[in-house]
């Protein structure tokens, strides 16, 4: 394991060649085939906040620093990483806390309030890596707004480390909501409940996050969150009521448990591989009753967290018929090794991928077979 | 003027009836034009201090022709220029005397609207107007909202990846746009996103919102739909003083207040307005601040409290709130004829378009008021202050000797000062032609090379709208050999074209 501590020393370890596998605090270590031949880059030498300054909701931090102390750092200030982060530990395992914020961008994860504001692609602002060439290079910028070159951070987040080893990066922070509620309708089917959050969502409730639980505590669950200043929520709340009939309320802290269970697909069952597949939101139902498994859907239906023993060519066809995609995310190594983490692309658009990798990393330097 | 591009290419000028011939083959009748009369209306866009005829413009009106054209002009190594409504700021549609120009205005069509999964599909020449237009009648709207949304084309706008003066609460486009499908400079039609909420492999849709036509042709968008807020009221606050202000803006988001839009004007522009539409804005004051804030009825009066209370203990010498829309509207307006306005105190002006930290925000106005000195030229200064992003009006008359030139000295001196205090070039108009050669004030060569590589991924012969963007343009062929050590290359720069 290399534990270089200075982007000197980066360039230097990437320089030397590779097969490199870059890692934060290995929380998302069981994603991606095993790749026992990679020699693995330890970035948490990179720790630490560089700048921050709240009213100008921007955050300055080196890759390697704890996401819990990222998250803690805002909320001290009243506000937040809005894309609503998480760590891995909690679905895949592990001792909690380790997960880093350079880990969190180049996986691109996001929880359920992305579907109001925006993934972590929509607040990576800038960064500065190294790439697969050994060279220290900058993209982005310090500021909420620009336009100024390509936006190299929205390529880098999700790019599970196949491009650029990032040292420091420069997020877009948000005021915290005053206050969070949680309200729920009980006993729709799939579809019903597709149908109910579109709704909301299509209200001028501003709904922060719309999550559909088949069997939450033996209840099938519909859960609206609404965000904001408390005459706000009450306006919103009633506005909600008037669209889908009663609905019950959860206080904070019974809102935040079931949130952090959508977050974390806490429901489903731990023994059988969990597949997380985005679909176009009203196709949510139909993908399920294609594969068949347990599941709960989130981002009002756009995300699907399903766990399911069904031949993954039939996941992945079921989901790429309705448009969208499914990515592997827990099962065992055997599986791991056969079963491609992402889902494959059309050829045009495969080779095009290629292209864009070889111009950070010409020669493979951080292709480990893991993806 | 002072802009170089590159050197057209005598053999395909020579070519000339050729490439023409070739063009008509693809698309028929009034579609390819090349008549020096018909051409004259493509060879500038907004950025009107650059002329240049195009060699022949294209207007398609299928993926198929799109495709073709790209194909042709591929194997044949003609270089093109996309351009949408031609409403730039930067010169990003400013043609080539050797190249093909692709209008897209023929792509008007609106092709599906989904309220259910609030999205709709519309071609790229459609405007950004025209699909809040089509959805607002439901109770929907589309929220970038460029100043010249009635004309500009949401091709244009993912191309330029366009802002507006809602972005610090709704985003840019690229917030706003789940998808594209792409023409390739090959002429391979591939998709990029979809309907969905993320891609499934690298993020090429986010290197390709804001690249300004270089990296291929967008001929079928998908764009998010919001719900139209239940209520939206404006507060008009005037300061004695831009520190004032500036103090207000950065309070207002420490109480945890984004408003939908926060714009600021100083003194000279709130008089160019005022003289313009005579909308009442207070001519006493130092700068002027509209902050919109939106939401139901409850959350806009209980907030229009709380900015108030904030804009007293800063010290601010008057307030106002719009009653209703009229009044609301009414507000703005001074604010959007800013430009215009300009237009009336002087015979020409240069629109600049930095970002800066908001809190460098009084230093940044004294510094350019010295800048106003030394070069002999007015400023005014609009200001989309919650994002910090600075429209600087140069007021210059282009036909005194020698004012253009002290015009763009002036702007070049204004964005490096914004990048000296940690902002950028650009925050929503582009690079362009317009700062392409201050690109170096902002990054490295290391990084500068680094963006170029995706460039060559894209488009390997740099056939797509060379010239904008970037200051040297390098074959794809050196760029893989060269290596940058700490920002410095190890040989000489390349000559520039």
Same mark, same amino acid.
């Given at each position: 394991?290399?534990?270089?501590?200075?982007?000197?020393?980066?360039?230097?370890?990437?320089?030397?060649?590779?097969?490199?596998?870059?890692?934060?605090?290995?929380?998302?270590?069981?994603?991606?085939?095993?790749?026992?031949?990679?020699?693995?880059?330890?970035?948490?030498?990179?720790?630490?906040?560089?700048?921050?300054?709240?009213?100008?909701?921007?955050?300055?931090?080196?890759?390697?620093?704890?996401?819990?102390?990222?998250?803690?750092?805002?909320?001290?200030?009243?506000?937040?990483?809005?894309?609503?982060?998480?760590?891995?530990?909690?679905?895949? *395992?592990?001792?909690?806390?380790?997960?880093?914020?350079?880990?969190? #961008?180049?996986?691109?994860?996001?929880?359920?309030?992305?579907?109001?504001?925006?993934?972590?692609?929509?607040?990576?602002?800038?960064?500065?890596?190294?790439?697969?060439?050994?060279?220290?290079?900058?993209?982005?910028?310090?500021?909420?707004?620009?336009?100024?070159?390509?936006?190299?951070?929205? =390529? %880098?987040?999700?790019?599970?480390?196949?491009?650029?080893?990032?040292?420091?990066?420069?997020?877009?922070?948000?005021?915290?909501?005053?206050?969070?509620?949680? @309200?729920?309708?009980?006993? @729709?089917?799939?579809?019903?409940?597709?149908?109910?959050?579109?709704?909301?969502?299509?209200?001028?409730?501003?709904?922060?996050?719309?999550?559909?639980?088949?069997?939450?505590?033996?209840?099938?669950?519909?859960?609206?969150?609404?965000?904001?200043?408390?005459?706000?929520?009450?306006?919103?709340?009633?506005?909600?009521?008037?669209?889908?009939?009663?609905?019950?309320? @959860?206080?904070?802290?019974?809102?935040?448990?079931?949130?952090?269970?959508?977050?974390?697909?806490?429901? @489903?069952?731990?023994?059988?591989?969990?597949?997380?597949?985005i679909v176009p939101a009203a196709e949510a139902p139909t993908f399920v009753a294609a594969t068949g498994g347990e599941w709960l859907f989130d981002w009002a239906g756009g995300l699907v967290w399903l766990a399911s023993d069904v031949d993954p060519g039939a996941i992945r066809r079921a989901a790429s018929e309705l448009g969208g995609h499914a990515?592997?995310?827990?099962?065992?190594?055997?599986?791991?090794?056969?079963?491609?983490?992402?889902?494959?692309?059309?050829?045009?658009?495969?080779a095009l991928e290629a292209r864009v990798r070889r111009a950070f990393d010409p020669n493979g330097v951080f292709e480990t077979g893991r993806f | 003027m002072s802009l170089t591009m590159p050197e057209p290419d005598a053999r395909t000028l020579a070519r000339r009836d050729e490439i023409v011939a070739a063009m008509r083959a693809i698309v028929?009748?009034?579609?390819?034009?090349?008549? &020096?009369?018909?051409?004259?209306?493509?060879?500038?866009?907004?950025?009107?201090?650059?002329?240049?005829?195009?060699?022949?413009?294209?207007?398609?009106?299928t993926t198929a022709q799109v495709a073709a054209v790209l194909a042709w002009c591929h194997a044949n190594k003609v270089k093109v220029v996309p351009r949408g409504a031609g409403t730039s700021l930067s010169g990003g549609a400013l043609p080539l005397a050797d190249g093909v120009l692709l209008g897209m205005a023929r792509f008007n069509r609106i092709l599906a609207i989904d309220y259910a999964d609030r999205i709709a599909v519309v071609q790229p020449g459609v405007t950004n107007l025209a699909i809040t237009r089509a959805v607002e009648d439901e109770g929907f709207y589309y929220a970038p909202d460029p100043s010249s949304q009635i004309a500009c084309t949401i091709g244009g706008n993912v191309a330029e990846n366009s802002g507006g003066v809602h972005c610090l609460k709704y985003g840019l486009t690229t917030n706003n746009v789940l998808g594209?499908?792409?023409?390739? #400079?090959?002429?391979?039609?591939?998709?990029?996103?979809?309907?969905?909420?993320?891609?499934?492999?690298?993020?090429?849709? *986010?290197?390709?919102?804001?690249?300004?036509?270089? %990296?291929?042709?967008?001929?079928?968008?998908?764009?998010? %739909?919001?719900?139209?807020?239940?209520?939206?009221?404006? %507060?008009?606050?005037?300061?004695?003083?831009?520190?004032?202000?500036?103090?207000?803006?950065?309070d207002v988001i420490a109480a945890g207040i984004i408003p939908a839009g926060m714009e600021m004007m100083d003194r000279p522009a709130v008089h160019a307005a005022e003289a313009f539409v005579q909308v009442g804005y207070p001519l006493d004051v130092e700068a002027l601040l509209i902050v919109e804030l939106d939401g139901p009825a409850a959350e806009c009066s209980h907030l229009r409290g709380e900015v108030e209370g904030i804009a007293r203990a800063n010290g601010a010498v008057s307030v106002r709130s719009s009653t209703d829309d009229a009044e609301r509207a009414a507000f703005?307006?001074?604010?959007?004829?800013?430009?215009?306005?300009?237009?009336? &105190?002087?015979?020409?002006?240069?629109?600049?378009?930095?970002?800066?930290?908001?809190?460098?925000?009084?230093?940044?106005?004294?510094?350019?008021?010295?800048?106003?000195?030394?070069?002999? =030229?007015?400023?005014?200064?609009?200001?989309?202050?919650?994002?910090?992003?600075?429209?600087?009006?140069?007021?210059?008359?282009?036909?005194?000797?020698?004012?253009?030139?002290?015009?763009?000295?002036?702007?070049?001196?204004?964005?490096?000062?914004?990048?000296?205090?940690?902002?950028?070039?650009?925050?929503?108009?582009?690079?362009?032609?317009?700062?392409?050669?201050?690109?170096p004030v902002m990054f490295s060569k290391a990084d500068l090379a680094q963006q170029q590589r995706v460039k060559c991924a894209f488009d390997p012969e740099l056939l797509l709208n060379p010239g904008k963007m970037f200051p040297e343009l390098h074959r794809c062929a050196e760029l893989g050999r060269m290596h940058v050590h700490k920002g410095q290359l190890p040989f000489p720069d390349l000559p520039r074209f």
């Amino acid at each position: 394991m290399l534990h270089p501590a200075t982007t000197d020393e980066l360039c230097e370890a990437i320089a030397a060649g590779g097969p490199l596998m870059l890692r934060g605090g290995g929380s998302k270590d069981a994603i991606g085939a095993p790749a026992p031949g990679a020699a693995i880059v330890d970035m948490r030498g990179f720790a630490g906040v560089v700048d921050y300054d709240p009213p100008e909701l921007v955050l300055t931090v080196r890759a390697g620093t704890p996401l819990a102390e990222v998250q803690a750092l805002v909320a001290r200030e009243g506000q937040m990483l809005a894309f609503d982060p998480f760590d891995h530990a909690a679905l895949l *395992g592990g001792p909690a806390g380790q997960a880093t914020i350079g880990g969190v #961008i180049a996986a691109g994860v996001s929880g359920p309030a992305r579907l109001s504001r925006g993934a972590a692609r929509d607040h990576l602002l800038g960064f500065e890596g190294v790439s697969g060439r050994g060279e220290a290079f900058v993209a982005g910028a310090k500021v909420v707004k620009n336009v100024t070159g390509y936006d190299l951070s929205k =390529l %880098l987040t999700g790019s599970w480390g196949r491009l650029a080893a990032i040292t420091e990066l420069t997020l877009k922070v948000l005021p915290a909501p005053r206050e969070r509620r949680t @309200l729920l309708l009980r006993g @729709l089917s799939a579809e019903d409940a597709v149908a109910a959050m579109a709704r909301a969502l299509g209200s001028a409730a501003e709904v922060t996050a719309a999550a559909h639980l088949p069997a939450w505590r033996g209840d099938a669950l519909t859960a609206l969150r609404l965000d904001g200043f408390p005459s706000s929520i009450d306006a919103r709340a009633e506005t909600l009521a008037r669209l889908l009939g009663g609905l019950e309320t @959860l206080d904070a802290p019974a809102g935040d448990e079931l949130w952090t269970a959508v977050r974390h697909a806490a429901p @489903l069952p731990a023994d059988k591989p969990l597949w997380r597949a985005i679909v176009p939101a009203a196709e949510a139902p139909t993908f399920v009753a294609a594969t068949g498994g347990e599941w709960l859907f989130d981002w009002a239906g756009g995300l699907v967290w399903l766990a399911s023993d069904v031949d993954p060519g039939a996941i992945r066809r079921a989901a790429s018929e309705l448009g969208g995609h499914a990515t592997l995310i827990r099962a065992d190594a055997a599986m791991r090794a056969a079963v491609p983490t992402l889902h494959p692309q059309p050829a045009p658009l495969a080779a095009l991928e290629a292209r864009v990798r070889r111009a950070f990393d010409p020669n493979g330097v951080f292709e480990t077979g893991r993806f | 003027m002072s802009l170089t591009m590159p050197e057209p290419d005598a053999r395909t000028l020579a070519r000339r009836d050729e490439i023409v011939a070739a063009m008509r083959a693809i698309v028929s009748g009034e579609g390819v034009i090349d008549d &020096v009369d018909g051409l004259r209306p493509y060879e500038t866009d907004a950025l009107t201090a650059y002329h240049q005829l195009p060699m022949v413009v294209v207007l398609p009106e299928t993926t198929a022709q799109v495709a073709a054209v790209l194909a042709w002009c591929h194997a044949n190594k003609v270089k093109v220029v996309p351009r949408g409504a031609g409403t730039s700021l930067s010169g990003g549609a400013l043609p080539l005397a050797d190249g093909v120009l692709l209008g897209m205005a023929r792509f008007n069509r609106i092709l599906a609207i989904d309220y259910a999964d609030r999205i709709a599909v519309v071609q790229p020449g459609v405007t950004n107007l025209a699909i809040t237009r089509a959805v607002e009648d439901e109770g929907f709207y589309y929220a970038p909202d460029p100043s010249s949304q009635i004309a500009c084309t949401i091709g244009g706008n993912v191309a330029e990846n366009s802002g507006g003066v809602h972005c610090l609460k709704y985003g840019l486009t690229t917030n706003n746009v789940l998808g594209v499908e792409l023409v390739t #400079i090959e002429g391979e039609v591939i998709r990029l996103g979809g309907r969905g909420l993320e891609p499934a492999g690298l993020d090429l849709l *986010g290197v390709v919102v804001g690249s300004e036509g270089l %990296l291929g042709v967008v001929t079928e968008v998908t764009v998010r %739909l919001l719900p139209r807020p239940e209520t939206a009221r404006a %507060l008009l606050i005037g300061f004695s003083s831009v520190e004032g202000a500036g103090q207000c803006v950065a309070d207002v988001i420490a109480a945890g207040i984004i408003p939908a839009g926060m714009e600021m004007m100083d003194r000279p522009a709130v008089h160019a307005a005022e003289a313009f539409v005579q909308v009442g804005y207070p001519l006493d004051v130092e700068a002027l601040l509209i902050v919109e804030l939106d939401g139901p009825a409850a959350e806009c009066s209980h907030l229009r409290g709380e900015v108030e209370g904030i804009a007293r203990a800063n010290g601010a010498v008057s307030v106002r709130s719009s009653t209703d829309d009229a009044e609301r509207a009414a507000f703005w307006a001074g604010r959007k004829a800013a430009f215009p306005a300009a237009g009336r &105190v002087a015979p020409d002006y240069l629109c600049m378009d930095g970002t800066i930290p908001r809190r460098r925000l009084p230093d940044v106005l004294a510094r350019m008021r010295e800048l106003s000195d030394h070069h002999g =030229l007015g400023v005014i200064n609009v200001f989309h202050a919650g994002d910090g992003n600075l429209h600087p009006l140069i007021l210059y008359d282009a036909n005194q000797p020698g004012q253009l030139d002290a015009a763009e000295a002036f702007g070049a001196d204004i964005l490096k000062l914004c990048v000296e205090v940690g902002g950028v070039l650009t925050g929503e108009h582009g690079v362009g032609v317009e700062k392409r050669d201050l690109m170096p004030v902002m990054f490295s060569k290391a990084d500068l090379a680094q963006q170029q590589r995706v460039k060559c991924a894209f488009d390997p012969e740099l056939l797509l709208n060379p010239g904008k963007m970037f200051p040297e343009l390098h074959r794809c062929a050196e760029l893989g050999r060269m290596h940058v050590h700490k920002g410095q290359l190890p040989f000489p720069d390349l000559p520039r074209f």
